[in-house]
């Protein structure tokens, strides 16, 4: 799905210079350093926020909060935004499309907007209704029954040791998307994580700036109480970033370090991040999972607790949901492991964009097929939904839920508010 | 963990129920505090519930938490940054040693009287705007104006706890005086200068918050370097709440030359009397105040040479702004550092050992990042059409401290004597008619959604609320 990206759509996050005061109050909140700031401006990294709104109710401006909707590829520079004297208007649909790259690449992104979906953006723009935001409907507080999630105990300044105790390809071997799964062990260090939270990884050494690299976030692949039952230690599913979002060839800095760490290695951990993308505890909600590549990392979390309590008996049938998209069978992170799961325990659709001989399907198809039963978990107050993966997939993902809901007869903005308010809407796209 | 206790009579992150003589102690001067808060606290505002901001936790999520509450029932309370239990002393002699949990006793003194001189600045302030709330300009001004008493408040808070903590009875003497102290007083002022200025009216209060919180904002990032870590972590938090201070009066100001520049457009006119007579303050006014702000602030850094400043900084007491931002040894021996003097008659530079010249570097942080502020302000004019712009005067004129007090010198950086500065003073510096004008425009304007006719809306509520949401109930 990498060469495809290109035409994937991100809602950049950015600064208004009109307002801010240069306070420094979003830099100094910010949990993976994605603010800077020159004499001039202050701006935000786009490949490093993750849109965790942590700076979002500090800022005493409110000038942080701008979100402009942008092709990958026109992400707007650092060097850009600090020159700036104002912030840029929204890009028009045209000029969205005109900087979109060609329809067949666009087609072969599973998790790009469909072209459908920018029919439809298009239509509601033309109907002078405001453009669609799906990041406008994401929770930002946990479900009413999440447990406490600690947050920031090691922070970028003070990170702790953990120790590597596996690594291993999750993926087929020899495939592009080559994914690792990492088990990392912090010994006697208190590192409390919840299924949903991520952490942070510092590579060594230095960047062309002759900084200190800063942190990659990493979901957590393991449930709460370990990858293997009562050991302080986390899973994580890394996958080898080997080509830039153009598909030209780029070594990521952090991805391959971690994929190629040996076991007994040790590695600069910061976080835990992440208060509100937390799974339900309680026993009858119903969780719908939404996920591409190691966007499946939050999802195995959730997925591997319910299944912990369900054998010890403390689980009383809350359902379980996956559509998970991948290029092929052979690039699905854990597909074997999947496989196994029971059917009455939960739920599995899984959509491959390139499988030779078959058609196209991304998650968003496979969810307007199971238009009925995702109707029937919209109306039921007890259903959580879950989307993680790359950030292009969001808005595709939230339209669909959106369409669901209308031709089911609900009222969207209804039920998606509530959705928002109650914690049961979560977005976490990268 | 960082998460604050709101059970206790005083919400905190710093275990001080594990510690019953120092929390009896801090229960004993907290009625004090509160009395304090009656007699000179915001005026005729004991009902008012206020969208107030209050933090829960000093992490991201949990240190903006905003709802109604009566201002009296806001915690004020003792919440320090997470610590890093192995911090080092990043400047100064002490450069590499692990940073201090307690107060070595040879910095004893030096470090008391860093925070008594901190501390008193945060109830002046509240002091100083007693009576605004009679006269604010709507009810986003008023609810802002309170926000920054309770904050300043908490700020005084913060600083008792450190003299409690860790000064034993002389810091609970100092304590104690840092109620009896008020601005202004004729027997028992406040220890700074511009804490001791009246704030008659809003522009003088936008201004005070522009500058005045500015400087706050240095001391207390200096502070935040300190190598007694209690110290650091204190000021650390307290710097995200100045944040907002500086906030209301940048944004305060814009709004005003917002609105000035729509009359002046309006009527086709610069004449200052044509926009004072349309209820409007004219840029002449808002230029003059600005001088009288920025000229007492500047003042607050202290002499341009000081020995004290060499030693706070040598044995890690208090650093520079963003020290550890900084390329250099961080220890400043044998450095230079160029301040101001008059000689003949004439300005001139003159080099001198920069371990004494740190006030002065502070200072010339603090002019980089006001002019900058002030260049958005000329945005409001430039985009409104106005051809006029507001600057800064020169670092010399009117100080009443270092090397420059009493020196007459114009805004533009010219000696002059005594006849010309008394011819000029009133076109430098706002004259009692300038005052009196001012005070005439302040009327109460509290329904949400309207504005007193000399100041524009603001462009977006606060925490998301529209700007007509009812930020202040009225009890
Ligand atoms: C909340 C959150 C959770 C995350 N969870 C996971 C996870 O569970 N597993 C995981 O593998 N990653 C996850 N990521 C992404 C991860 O943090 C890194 O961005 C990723 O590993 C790339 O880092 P790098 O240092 O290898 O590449 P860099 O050296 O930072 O980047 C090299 C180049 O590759 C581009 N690039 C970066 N990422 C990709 C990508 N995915 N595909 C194509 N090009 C890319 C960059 O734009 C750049 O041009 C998550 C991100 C966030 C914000
Ligand atoms: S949204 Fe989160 S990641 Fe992005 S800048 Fe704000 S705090 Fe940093
Ligand atoms: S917190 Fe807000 S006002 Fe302060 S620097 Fe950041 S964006 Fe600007």
Known sequence: ?430 | MSTINYSEKIPNNVNLGEDRTLQRALEGWQPNFINWWDDVGPEGSTNHEVYLRTAVSVDPQGWAQFGHVKMRDYRWGIFLNPGDANREIHFGDHKGEKAWQDVPGEHRANLRRIIVTQGDTEPASVEQQRHLGLTAPSMYDLRNLFQINVEEGRHLWAMVYLLHKHFGRDGREEAEALLQRTSGDQDNPRILGAFNEKTPDWLAFFMFTYFTDRDGKFQLAALAESAFDPLARTTKFMLTEEAHHMFVGESGVSRVLARTAQVMNELKTDDPQKVRAAGAIDLGTIQRYLNFHYSVTIDLFGADQSSNAAIFYSSGLKGRYEEGKRGDDHVLKGQTYKVLEVKDGQLVEKDVPMLNALNEVLRDDFIKDSVAGVGRWNKVLEKAGIPTRLTVPHKAFNRQIGALAGIKMSPEGRVVNDMEWAAKRDEWLPSAEDFAFVASLMGRVVEPGKFAGWISPPVMGINRQPVDFEYVRFG
């Not at chain 1, 909707?69 to 000029?95: C, D, F, K």
């Not at chain 1, 469909?114 to 994401?138: I, L, M, R």
């Open chain 1, 1 to 430: 799905m990498d060469m495809a990206v290109e035409a994937g759509v991100i809602k950049q996050h950015l600064i208004d210079p009109e307002i801010c005061i240069r306070c420094n109050t979003c830099e100094a909140t910010c949990p993976v350093n994605a603010i800077t700031h020159d004499d001039n401006n202050y701006v935000v990294r786009a490949d490093v926020c993750n849109g965790c709104m942590a700076c979002i109710s500090p800022c005493p401006t409110g000038s942080i909060d701008n979100w402009r909707t942008m092709p990958l590829v026109r992400a707007y520079t650092i060097e850009e935004q600090l020159s700036w004297e104002s912030l840029p208007a929204e890009l028009t649909p045209e000029e969205l499309e005109a900087a979109g790259v060609s329809a067949e690449a666009a087609g072969d992104a599973a998790a790009a907007v469909p072209a459908q979906t920018q029919a439809q953006a298009q239509a509601a723009v033309e109907s002078v209704e405001p453009a669609f935001n799906s990041a406008q409907y994401g929770a930002t507080v946990p479900p009413w029954s999440a447990a406490h999630a600690y947050t920031n105990l090691f922070a970028p300044k003070s990170p702790t040791t953990a120790t590597v105790v596996g690594n291993f390809n999750c993926t087929e071997a020899g495939f592009d998307s080559e994914t690792h799964h990492i088990v990392l062990d912090f010994g006697v260090v208190p590192f409390p994580v919840l299924e949903g939270q991520s952490i942070g990884i510092i590579p060594p050494g230095v960047d062309a700036t002759a900084k200190r690299h800063h942190a990659r976030q990493y979901s957590v692949a393991s449930p709460r109480n370990g990858e293997r039952p009562g050991y302080n230690n986390v899973s994580l599913t890394v996958k080898r970033v080997t080509e830039d979002h153009q598909g030209d060839p780029v070594r990521g800095v952090c991805s391959n370090y971690v994929c190629d760490l040996k076991v007994g290695d040790t590695v600069q951990v910061v976080g835990p991040f992440g208060s509100s993308f937390l799974m339900p505890n309680h026993p009858k909600s119903h969780i719908v999972m939404i996920c591409t590549g190691t966007g499946s990392a939050p999802m195995r979390a959730m997925t591997e607790w319910r299944r912990r309590l369900r054998k010890s008996g403390k689980f009383e049938g809350g359902k379980l949901m996956l559509f998970f998209g991948a290029r092929t069978q052979q690039e699905l992170p854990y597909f074997g492991p999947l496989q196994s799961l029971p059917k009455d325990f939960i739920d599995i659709n899984l959509a491959f964009s390139r499988t030779p001989g078959q058609p196209k399907r991304y998650v968003q198809d496979l969810m307007r097929e199971r238009a009925a039963d995702l109707a029937a978990l919209l109306k039921d107050g007890a259903s959580h939904f879950y989307v993680c993966g790359l950030k292009s997939m969001e808005e595709g993902v939230v339209l669909a839920l959106r369409d669901v809901a209308k031709e089911a007869g609900l009222d969207w903005d209804t039920v998606g508010a509530a959705l928002k308010r109650e914690g049961r809407l979560h977005l976490e796209t990268y």
